[in-house]
């Protein structure tokens, strides 16, 4: 993810990414659609390559993501 990306609000990088996640998740990232990622994150396709450079950029960012949030969780879980 490039640093445009972080300068949106966190809300619109949610979307951005739940969106692409699902995708990949549904499809599998060969037979992921960008198309299909920006129509229901109401992006341009130009944003998506602006804030990530390439499919596999932003497949590795969703990876990064979902880690981020196991790893919270467990954090949360274990203090409890």
């Given amino acids: 993810m490039k640093p445009a990306f972080k300068k949106l609000k966190p809300a619109k990088q949610n979307i951005i990414l739940l969106s692409a996640i699902e995708e990949f998740f549904n499809y599998g990232f060969k037979d992921a659609s960008t198309n299909r990622i920006v129509e229901k994150a109401e992006i341009s396709k130009g944003s998506l ?19 981020d949030i196991f790893i919270d969780y467990v954090k949360n879980y274990t203090q409890t």
């Fill in 49 to 67: 390559y602006y804030y990530f450079g390439n499919k596999s950029d932003l497949y590795n960012s969703c990876q990064s993501y979902t880690f």
